[in-house]
């Protein structure tokens, strides 16, 4: 233990285990682990701050800024990773300095002495915050580890939304009906969720995505329609977009649709969807991102916001909504 602190292994002003979670990390007695807080503390490698708790020895080192990194989906139009783009750059100018804005096109360094608030790697902000680095990661949950401990997170939740829209095409569409979700890739945790929310409330077929483009959900249209399906769960409104196009190229009529995110496209189709809330995705951010520049030494943070129905034309497909 005493060298994991002078090796650097955790950071300055960083908040150390407490007896009961380092007795249960390592399987010793509450008892052998509280000694063992004191022989550190003795050594001067940790503090014991009053009703706050124990933590690293020394100063945290000042945070001055923040940096925005994004997955250069962001870079497309009517995409909700640029409508969440514009949210955050705005609400980041007035924390302080006008934000760094990165989008990936390549694996970074980390952007030290700033905070890093990181949207679609999820990989990278669990590197970083090994590297010692503040994270804030978006929409996503840092994998299990110490490295977690330096990453914020602010998500919807995924799962609640699939059963949403579950609900939704259950009262668009009649009982005897197929369903199918378009899912998007299948090695990502978030399509897996909400996949898991609807199936957990109606039985359906599930065809993967290749990806989340539109390109991508019209490469899959033959697939989701080969069933001649009542209604549809698109797993994010790009997708739902890719369908709608594929329908409407081969004559066909567009089945019972809800999409997922509520981006700018889901609008301009009129589509029905569920909208993850993303103002107030923002504003959580915004909040963590000015504590943490304030030299705010807390506990990690995991906010979680339930995504609500969006209702609009495209969506009910002309099918009667049952009673």
Not at 98 to 127: F, H, K, M, N, S
Request: proline letters at 6%; charged letters at 25%.
């Amino acid at each position: 233990m005493a060298l994991h602190l002078r090796s650097g292994h955790y950071r300055p002003g960083e908040r150390f285990l407490s007896n009961r979670a380092l007795a249960a990390r390592h399987g010793v007695s509450y008892q052998t682990a509280d000694r063992l807080l004191r022989d550190l503390v003795d050594e001067g490698l940790l503090e014991r701050r009053r009703q706050s708790g124990t933590y690293v020895s020394g100063n945290p080192a000042t945070l001055g800024g923040v940096s925005l990194v994004m997955h250069p989906r962001a870079a497309r139009d009517k995409s909700f990773g640029a409508k969440l783009r514009g949210i955050l750059t705005d609400l980041l100018n007035s924390v302080g300095e006008e934000p760094l804005i990165t989008l990936l096109d390549q694996d970074p360094v980390p952007p030290v002495g700033r905070v890093a608030v990181v949207w679609d790697r999820p990989d990278l902000a669990y590197d970083w915050a090994e590297q010692g680095q503040r994270v804030v990661l978006i929409n996503d949950r840092p994998r299990l580890g110490s490295a977690a401990q330096r990453i914020d997170s602010v998500a919807t939740d995924n799962a609640a939304g699939g059963a949403l829209a579950a609900d939704l095409l259950g009262r668009f569409t009649a009982w005897d009906k197929s369903l199918v979700v378009l899912a998007g890739p299948a090695h990502d945790p978030r399509a897996a969720e909400r996949v898991a929310g609807f199936t957990a409330r109606q039985t359906a077929r599930v065809v993967w995505a290749a990806d989340w483009y539109s390109e991508c959900g019209a490469a899959a249209a033959e697939e989701v329609l080969a069933s001649n399906p009542a209604g549809v769960f698109a797993c994010n409104d790009r997708l739902a977009e890719g369908l709608v196009q594929a329908c409407r190229q081969r004559g066909r009529r567009v089945p019972a649709l809800v999409g997922f995110d509520d981006a700018p496209v889901a609008a301009a189709l009129g589509l029905t969807t569920i909208g993850i809330p993303w103002e107030e995705i923002a504003r959580g951010v915004q909040q963590i991102v000015t504590d943490r520049l304030r030299g705010s030494q807390a506990a990690a943070v995991r906010q979680t916001y339930v995504p609500q129905p969006i209702l609009r034309s495209l969506g009910r497909g002309g099918i009667t909504e049952r009673p």
